[in-house]
């Protein structure tokens, strides 16, 4: 999983949590950075974790890139802003994965279980 976010704070304790957890580190540059800590990583990479809003490339730009490069990779968006806010900016459609900020591990947990147990019903 990589798991790009604005927020330290929340990325922080998720990525402790999730022992298989892959974070960009530039605050600055997360989109950039996720795009490299994916080309670097030889594994399989099942989940992207994206925060919506970032500077330069925002989550959707972020995922596009990535599920082009790896077609079986499943994308969970973050935000602090509501769903319906950002879908009617444009930024996303609706359908998407999507988890509203603050939340807690367990909707973490059981949203990411969600989206992974959608992929192995639909491939």
């Not at 974070?23 to 030889?42: I, N, T, Y």
């Not at 509501?82 to 909707?107: C, M, N, T, Y």
Request: aromatic share 4%; no cysteine.
């Amino acid at each position: 999983m990589i798991l790009v976010s604005t927020s330290r704070t929340s990325a922080t304790p998720t990525a402790e949590d999730l022992s298989t957890a892959l974070a960009a580190q530039s605050p600055d540059e997360e989109g950039e950075s996720a795009l490299a800590v994916a080309r670097e990583h030889k594994g399989d990479l099942q989940l992207l974790v994206t925060d919506v809003v970032m500077p330069g490339m925002n989550g959707k730009e972020l995922a596009d890139r990535l599920t082009a490069e790896r077609p079986d990779l499943r994308v969970l968006y973050i935000s602090g802003y509501a769903e319906h806010a950002v879908v009617r900016q444009g930024v996303l459609v609706e359908g998407i994965a999507f988890l509203s900020k603050p939340f807690d591990l367990s909707e973490l947990a059981r949203t990411v279980r969600e989206v992974l147990d959608k992929a192995s019903v639909a491939g």
